[in-house]
């Protein structure tokens, strides 16, 4: 996403989702603990505005994505989506469900790696939430559901087919979208759908962890590793390799990389800059 903007102006008044930076780590909580964190209109349109601003701003190094409450994130909600769907024409239906999946476009486009931490359901549009970032940490509680068929709509919501299968192969997501089945968390890391199986009650702790180490990495390397393994998961190889190319040439007019060289020579930690 380019970082040049126009007359719209930034906020921190986000109202339907709870937003923490602190070092280069942004903690986006989804507040809605007495619904399971369902997710409203409202709130789709923040999570996407919020991935844009940040991408712009070129600030955040890492996101944590986690629920508050007994859950990571229930999916739609029902009285206040799935009811107000039924009385929507074609083109707002339309609109809708592209909005949904400008959120999940948004996740996979930021520069900048974007962890859920997961416990409790991840249901629905939660599950997709959660397979689109780029890690997923879980309690052993944690439970995944794509539950779209279950309500007589497509498994493929969100882009869930797309990017489903490119996780964790053809057969468990059609099992996993066709059927629409919890999956839980010891299972989901055997079919590799988890980063990482925290300790119960440890997801959002092992999150941060993680989210720490990113952030005090080379930003520049992780932006551009994120964009290549989205952009190659299409691609013929003899593009992939001519895309890592100019990549790499890029990247080794870093300034990172020539600081990986400085303290090699002598003998001390990098300090990346980011650039």
């Known amino acids: 996403m380019s970082p040049f903007t126009g007359s719209a102006r930034t906020t921190d008044a986000w109202q339907h989702i709870r937003v923490a930076r602190e070092d280069g780590i942004v903690t986006v909580t989804l507040a809605r603990p007495d619904k399971l964190n369902a997710l409203t209109f409202e709130a789709y349109a923040d999570l996407r505005d919020l991935l844009a601003e940040l991408s712009r701003e070129r600030s955040a190094r890492a996101l944590v994505l986690g629920g508050e409450g007994r859950g990571f ?6 009285e206040e989506i799935i009811g107000a769907t039924l009385a929507m024409d074609t083109a707002q239906l339309l609109d ?11 996740v996979r486009d930021c520069p900048f790696p974007v962890i859920a931490a ?16 780029d890690f997923r940490v879980a309690d052993p509680s944690a439970r995944f559901a794509f539950l779209f068929t279950k309500v007589g709509l497509s498994g493929g919501d969100m882009g869930a087919a797309y990017l489903l299968p490119r ?19 010891p299972e989901a890391e055997r079919i590799g759908l988890l980063s990482e199986l925290a300790e119960e009650g440890r997801a959002d702790t092992a999150a941060r962890i993680l989210a720490r180490r990113l952030a005090e990495g080379p930003a520049l390397a992780h932006a551009q590793t994120k964009a290549l ?17 100019a990549t790499q040439a890029l990247l080794m007019n870093s300034a990172d990389y020539a600081e990986f060289h400085a303290a090699f020579t002598e003998k001390r ?7």
């Open 73 to 78: 994130c229930s999916g739609g909600d029902v």
């Open 269 to 275: 930690p990098p300090k990346w800059q980011g650039k």
């Open 167 to 185: 996780v964790v192969g053809l057969g468990h997501a059609t099992r996993l979208l066709m059927l629409g089945e919890p999956v839980r968390a």
């Open 96 to 106: 809708f469900n592209r909005m949904t999946g400008q959120v999940v476009r948004a």
């Open 118 to 133: 997961v416990h409790g359901v991840a249901a629905g549009a939660g599950a997709v939430l959660a397979l689109a970032a």
């Open 229 to 245: 393994l989205t952009a190659e998961l299409d691609m013929p190889l003899g593009a992939a390799v001519e895309m890592d190319a």
